[in-house]
């Protein structure tokens, strides 16, 4: 391990190694000048590692070097088999639109200011919340780089902090915990409903989540031949987290099914 001087106050440090039973000399750079020497030993050790492996520590930077952000980004979500997809649907959307300023740029050459960058731009554009979320979508994705060894360091991590914080007083709508709270809210929900401004399909969706308690997604999603009216069960094979369910019909709900 040694320094090789580029000017004033600058040089990087190199791991000269060898694979096994090979004569060439490896040059790896293990970081800039400004690194201590403790992480230096640190990454000459990681490269160390790989040498004594067989493999090619050059070979691997320049691989990582070659990955673009849209493609790092459709392998993360490829790996996440526990989202639903209509979430992976919406992840998908949300960097093919928005975080579509980062496209063809390479992940080791993004910084930080530039995922700040088209953030702001997101806010301007609008609102903080979506931004947020982005900011979450980016998180995720340069993590899974960082885990996957493509790149060294996280320029996302934490990133949502840097947004706009939400000011100002919000209008709070207090919880009905009492029976007659319940009660007042439905009954003015009923008398809404009743009117037949809804429709009848809405107007059953909504009187189904007031007697079971279903996802929305669930119950958007559901088909005839989970429900078995005869028997009162309803069964929700696909499910957020993947895992399978069914529930008891009570005879409410039985009598809006059968009225669809």
């Keep these: 391990l040694y320094l090789r001087v580029t000017g004033k106050d600058a040089g990087r440090w ?58 790092v980004a459709a392998r993360y979500l490829d790996t996440r088999g526990d989202l639903t997809a209509k979430t992976l649907e919406v992840e998908r959307g949300r960097i093919q639109t928005h975080l579509k300023a980062l496209h063809g740029r390479l992940m080791p050459q993004i910084t930080r200011s530039e995922l700040k960058a088209v953030l702001d731009g997101i806010v301007e554009r609008s609102e903080a919340e979506l931004a947020r979320r982005c900011a979450g979508t980016q998180c995720q994705v340069f993590a899974y780089a960082v885990d996957s060894g493509l790149i060294e360091s996280d320029p996302a991590a934490r990133i949502g902090r840097t947004l706009p914080r939400r000011t100002g007083e919000r209008e709070h ?27 009848p399909e809405v107007t059953a969706a909504v009187k189904v989540l007031c007697y079971m308690p279903l996802r929305i997604s669930n119950l958007l999603e559901a088909k005839w031949g989970d429900v078995d009216l005869d028997a009162c069960i309803w069964r929700f094979p696909r499910t957020k987290n993947g895992q399978a369910y069914m529930l008891p019909i009570c005879g409410q709900v039985t009598e809006l099914l059968r009225g669809l």
């Design 14 to 71: 190199i791991y000269r190694g060898r694979m096994p039973g090979s004569k060439s000399v490896i040059d790896a750079l293990c970081g800039s000048a400004d690194m201590t020497l403790e992480a230096t030993r640190a990454k000459r050790a990681e490269y160390k590692e790989l040498l004594s492996k067989g493999i090619n520590t050059n070979a691997v930077r320049k691989q990582a070097a070659s990955v673009r952000f849209e493609d």
């Design 173 to 199: 709508f207090a919880a009905a915990v009492t029976p007659e709270d319940a009660a007042q809210v439905f009954s003015s929900l009923w008398t809404y409903l009743e009117d037949g401004t809804a429709g």
